[in-house]
C-alpha cells in the first residue's frame, strides 16, 4: 500500500510526503525487497526531479525577506547588545551604529 499527500506551501510550492508499507508473509529472498524498496525510493526522486525548482523558490524567499526587512522597525536597545554581543563573541564587529 502507498500513500501520497501533497501540503501546499508558500511560493507555489508543496511538502511531498509517500507512504510506502509492505506487508509481507513468510521469507522473502533479499534482492526481492531490495528492488521493491529501489522502486519506491526511485517514485520519490522522479517526483522531486520533475517538481525541481530549488534556485527559483529561493529567490522567491529571499526577496519575500527582504521586502519584510524593509518595514520592520529598528531593533530594541536590549536587541541591539544581544546582536553586538553575539558578533563580539564569534569575533566580528559592527561597521556603523555601534
Given at each position: 500500500m502507498t500513500l501520497?499527500?501533497?501540503?501546499?506551501l508558500p511560493h507555489d510550492c508543496c511538502k511531498f510526503?509517500?507512504?510506502a508499507k509492505v506487508d509481507i508473509k513468510g521469507t522473502v529472498p533479499k534482492?526481492?525487497?531490495?528492488?521493491g524498496l529501489a522502486?519506491?525510493?526511485n517514485s520519490?526522486?522522479?517526483?522531486?526531479?520533475?517538481f525541481e525548482r530549488d534556485e527559483e523558490v529561493d529567490l522567491l524567499a529571499r526577496l519575500a525577506f527582504i521586502k519584510e526587512m524593509e518595514t520592520?522597525?529598528?531593533?530594541?536597545?536590549?536587541?541591539?547588545e544581544l546582536l553586538?554581543?553575539?558578533l563580539r563573541r564569534v569575533d566580528y564587529k559592527l561597521k556603523a551604529g555601534t
Open positions: 501520497a499527500f501533497f501540503e501546499h510526503t509517500y507512504i534482492i526481492i525487497t531490495e528492488s522502486g519506491v525510493v520519490v526522486r522522479l517526483a522531486y526531479k520533475y520592520a522597525p529598528a531593533p530594541s536597545a536590549a536587541e541591539h553586538v554581543d553575539s
